[in-house]
Nanobody, 124 residues
Framework: QVQLVEAGGGLVQAGGSLRLSCAAS????????MGWFRQAPGKEREFVAG????????LYADSVKGRFTISRDNAKNTVYLQMNSLKPEDTAIYYCATNPSIVVFTTPGRYGYWGQGTQVTVSS
């Protein structure tokens, strides 16, 4: 069983930055790929970024490429999402997720474990 707890959300002006973190329980964290997703009101949950178990490879949605950076610290069982140059359209609840796989999936249904989410609001 894996438990995920996100933190770091908040209110920021357009152009600002936030750093989200996701702390995972369990000794198998370092073996699993991790993903960040977001869901805005009235919209479906969408993939934001993912990172392989060894952090050798990362994948980003086109909408965040060049602005967001995903990283992980396996010694701390934590994955991060550094968000720069934030835009109002980035406003959403952000979730981290994982699955017993080393592969990064972009489909929410491929992930079996989710955090409770953290709200990110970007004002114009």
């Amino acid at each position: 069983q894996v438990q995920l707890v996100e933190a770091g959300g908040g209110l920021v002006q357009a152009g600002g930055s936030l750093r989200l973190s996701c702390a995972a329980s369990g000794r198998t964290f370092s073996r699993y790929a991790m993903g960040w997703f977001r869901q805005a009101p009235g919209k479906e949950r969408e993939f934001v970024a993912g990172i392989t178990s060894s952090a050798a490879s990362a994948l980003y949605a086109d909408s965040v490429k060049g602005r967001f950076t995903i990283s992980r610290d396996n010694a701390k069982n934590t994955v991060y999402l550094q968000m720069n140059s934030l835009k109002p359209e980035d406003t959403a609840i952000y979730y981290c997720a994982t699955n017993p796989s080393i592969v990064v999936f972009t489909t929410p249904g491929r992930y079996g474990y989710w955090g409770q989410g953290t709200q990110v609001t970007v004002s114009s």
